[in-house]
Every structure is written in structure tokens, then in C-alpha cells.
């Protein structure tokens, strides 16, 4: 786990621009658990990333200055810069944000990556149909309190795995899944199999560990696991051993890794998306921390269950 | 792991037909790791068999005497009836073996389940294309052995993952596979990715445990795992935790566990079984025990490496 003193604020003055290039100052810092498995020396197939470097991260920048034809004082940028209050560029690594977006924070949440993430391995790997049950975890984080909600309007049975009863709250009270499940308090694969009597058809699985094995417990012929997150191991040391791999052959189930944008199924994502959010079908939770420096001791919250939603920092003018 | 002590030989006497019976005599039995599965009390997806009933597991059987208009003395039919020498039947569980099929034991062997499993979970869940690389772990055994002819027939690259240096030289020398790895004196995950540079692209898991996680450290983007056996766990007690699936991740894999048959997927599995089989293509591999007296004991052995290619007790007239 790491602790606040793992990081360290740098001040260093922002030079002059120079003809083509951009100054652009951080709006929204988008916090995201996959972070942390970047900042480990722990062999992995993900890149780490170095000592003493800026972590990474996507922002919802703004332009503060411009010597480039391309962009122009107050306009939103999506960038990749991550922990850092300005950057100089010179337009390469910037994507213009729909000036109509509101919030933007949209940009890095719902209609961002996360967004992409929750809509992209339901409908890819899980494939629900009407009537099955789909179970999320990590229920009330960015990824899965979206996946959650399209499986409710895909018509499916929708239950949640959470960390504490207010998520568990906000789950079902608030985005309209139909039962939540509390893993701290409750025996995990007896409490599924009691909200789940049918068994499970499609599992969005954010967290791995002992979660999936109580998930694999209850699954259904045929069904589904989308692995999108590791949450429950990336502060271990080596590689924990994973889930008993039974259940698999006995219900014929897949597990299938997501990994980046399958194209065509993205095709109408950012259409759904935005419709979906319009019309309320969608609520966007966000959690916002303020300033740049509580942005250790937010990102840290993450693997202590600290926000419900999005998890922003939003560093004022 | 069992005993040859937890079982018992026990004679009781036939009785005489009556009209719509038949009376049939095992010629040869198939001996199979998921039996063990159903040899315990463990929870589990599979039912288990009672204690002191007669073992499972299908026959190859002669009609000996017949009062039914169906079958005639002399026909062979395949039949689950297990470990006995006779049994009398009217007629439901039988079904008939084609007279041509030469030898008979290709009925409970690649002709039969084993052979329906290689193909089927193969084509099914691995999509073996051209130039990929299949590894197919306890690739000796009778599933194994078949699975990796034909993911050579489909024109791939296939590595075997076996147990003794004797089995690497069989699978090589006389099923063509393009390399062999003895995991009980290699370090597992080194030596594939010395034998799979490029990395796998499908494997075909008989054994699950740690050969596939020495498998997961060498997959390639989109790899596919059919997930057919679990046979070094079948004599665990509990359930020992699976592999760790953060490859599955980093190379947007999948797993998927092998149930039943999909029709569609073996429409010309006895076409093509057959057609490879008669041109020399697909080498079938038995190893015959003689005696039901001896069951037990070549039943254990496949648990400690035994056998090569299908395990089958012939029981002599």
C-alpha cells in the first residue's frame, strides 16, 4: 500500500513559450486504480513507470497561453500529462474536448475511459442478454457504477459488490441496481447465492482475489467474466495465486481479459453515452478533491474504498 | 491420491435374461482423470458416486446373449455401465458400435469422448489458425495426444507440455509435435519461452494448476485457453487456488472451460476423425492393461504418469 511520504511536490518554474507550442494548466486530474500497478518494480506486462517522475494520468486541462494556430486561450483539452498543475506542448498529446460537454470532467469519466471501459468489455465479453443477472464489482467506482447501469438498461438483473452499506446505499437507491452486496460484512459466496438463486450470468469483474472466486461459486452455465481490474492485488507483493479454476469447466463460463478499445464495439459509444446521460437514464457520480497536494492521499483512497464514483482532483484557478 | 486398498473386487453371480434383455461383456474399459472427480466428497459442480457402487466409465461391450429384437450376440455397443465384466441391460444405454470401426476401442477413444473432446474444445474454444503456436499440456495422454495432431493438421506450430523425457521423445518422434517439454525436470515458464520465442497463442490445458500458470507468463495478445481438465487437482483436498490472471489482462486473453459438446462445432468430427486416422495423419495411442482385477491400479497411474496415449483395460474372454 503506499503511503503519502512514497511522493513528493516539486516546484519548478514554467518557462516561456516558444513559437507552436501551448501552456496549459490542469482542471481535472483523473485518478484510476491501474495507476498503481505502473508504479512498481514488480515484473508485469505493463510498462512501470520510472523513479522520481511525474505519475502518470489523464487531465482535463485548459489552455492558458498559445503560440500554436491549433488551439486558442480557453479552450478544454484532454491530455496524458497526469500529476502536474501546467505543461508545455506543442500540440501533440492534446485532444480539443467538445466545447458543448458539460461538466467536462465528463471527458476523463463517463464519456472518457471509464466510460469506454464500463460500455466496451460489458457488451464485448459479457454480452447480456434481457432477464440475466449481472453482477459488478467495485460497484460504486468510476468503471463500475456505469457497467452497472447499462446492464439495467440492456434489461438485465443487476447486483452489486461493494465495500461498505452507504455504497451499497448509493447502488441501489441511487443508480437503480437491485441488490448490493456489502463483501466486508457479508459471507461473499453465500450472500450472492442468496440474491443470485438463479445463478450468475455475466460477471464485471474489477477487483479479482477471493471476490471472483465467490463470483466463480455461483455462476450459471455459459456465463461471462469480463476482467477489467485486478484492484484487490495491485498493492501485493508478487503474484498472488487467483481464483480455483473449476467452476469454469463445469458451467462451460469464460474468462476474457479487456485490454484496450475493440473498435466496433465502441463505434456507437460515445452516441449511447451522451443519450443515456441526457435523458437520466445514467447518473454520473463524481468525487472531487480539491488542490493538487491531497492528490496522493486521494489516489491512496482508492484502494481503501475512500470515493464513491469518479475519483477527481480538481485543482482551482 | 488413492489406493489400490480403496477398492474391491466383488463377484455376484448373472442372472438369466428376460424377454427385451440383453446380456453384454466388457471387451475393453476407458479408464479417464474426470472419474476421479466423481470418486469424492468435495463440493462439486459434478454429482458425486456413491461409495461401494461400481465405478463409472464407458465400455466397449460384446452382446453375449440376447433376448431383445434389436441386438444380436456378436454386436459391439458402447455402453457407461463401468467397472464390471457383465452386465444385463433392455436396451437403453446401449448404443450400437458401427461394424467397421476397426478397432473397436476407438469408440471410447478417438473416435469416442477423448477424440470429441480434442477436436471439439480445440476448433471450439482455441480457433487454431495457420502459424499460430498451440501448447497442449499432458500431451501424452489421450485427449493431448490427439488435440496437438490436430492442431498440426490445422497447420500450426504445437509444443507438448508432458511429465517424462520418455513421453517428450513419443510425442515428438511419433506424433510430430514440434517440441516437448518435460515439466517435472525444466523450469517450466523458462523453457517454454524458449521453445515459444514468439510467445502462445492457443493453448489446450488438460492439467491446469502451476503448468498453466507457466503457460499465462508466455501468452500472446488474444491468446485463447480451452480449459478441458484439471487433472493435477483431482486429489487435492479443498480447492486449491488457480493462477494468477493478471496475464489475462495485459493480453486481452481468455479462458474458457469445456463442457458437453457443441453440436454445431462437431458435425464432421466423425468425418474427419476418421479420414485423419485412415491416411495416417492422426497416430492413436493405447495403452492397454489386461484385467479387470487390474483396474485400480492402472487407474492410479494416471495420476502418477503411466500411461501413453489412451488408458484401456481389456478383459479377455
Not at 498472488?240 to 475493440?262: Q, R
Not at 482508492?302 to 484557478?317: A, Q, R, S
Amino acid at each position: 500500500m503506499p503511503s503519502v511520504d512514497n511522493f513528493e511536490i516539486r516546484e519548478t518554474p514554467v518557462r516561456n513559450l516558444e513559437d507552436g507550442e501551448v501552456l496549459r494548466k490542469t482542471v481535472y486530474l483523473s485518478l484510476d486504480p491501474y495507476i498503481r500497478r505502473l508504479l512498481s518494480t514488480e515484473e508485469s506486462r505493463w510498462s512501470p513507470m520510472p523513479l522520481n517522475a511525474t505519475v502518470g494520468g489523464d487531465t482535463v486541462s485548459r489552455i492558458v497561453a498559445s503560440r500554436h494556430s491549433d488551439f486558442s486561450e480557453g479552450e478544454y483539452v484532454l491530455c496524458g500529462d497526469g500529476w502536474q498543475e501546467y505543461g508545455i506542448s506543442d500540440g501533440g498529446g492534446l485532444n480539443k474536448i467538445d466545447p458543448d460537454l458539460n461538466p467536462k470532467s465528463l471527458a476523463i469519466g463517463a464519456m472518457g475511459m471509464p466510460g469506454r471501459t464500463a460500455y466496451g468489455a460489458l457488451l464485448d465479453i459479457g454480452q447480456p442478454k434481457p432477464g440475466e443477472t449481472v453482477v459488478v464489482s467495485a460497484a460504486a467506482g468510476a468503471i463500475g457504477s456505469l457497467a452497472g447501469q447499462i446492464a439495467k438498461i440492456k434489461g438485465c438483473r443487476v447486483v452489486g459488490i461493494v465495500g461498505s452499506d452507504e455504497k451499497c446505499q448509493v447502488v441501489t437507491k441511487e443508480l437503480g441496481f437491485d441488490a448490493c452486496v456489502n463483501y466486508k460484512t457479508a459471507k461473499l459466496s453465500a450472500a450472492l447465492k442468496e440474491v443470485c438463486p438463479e445463478g450468475i450470468d455475466v460477471y464485471y469483474d474489477n477487483v479479482a482475489g477471493t471476490v471472483l472466486e465467490a463470483v466463480l461459486d455461483n455462476i450459471r452455465g455459459g456465463a461471462r467474466i469480463a476482467l477489467v481490474g485486478l484492484i484487490s492485488q495491485y498493492n501485493a507483493n508478487g503474484r498472488p495465486a487467483g481464483p480455483n479454476l473449476e467452476p469454469l469447466l463445469a458451467n462451460a463460463a469464460t474468462i476474457k481479459g479487456y485490454h484496450g478499445v475493440p473498435s466496433k464495439t465502441l463505434e456507437n459509444f460515445q452516441h449511447d453515452m451522451g443519450k443515456w446521460i441526457a435523458e437520466g437514464k445514467i447518473k454520473v457520480l463524481e468525487h472531487v478533491v480539491t488542490g493538487l497536494e491531497n492528490t496522493p492521499k486521494a489516489f491512496i483512497g482508492l484502494f481503501t474504498g475512500e470515493n464513491i464514483g469518479k475519483l477527481l482532483v480538481h485543482i482551482p484557478d
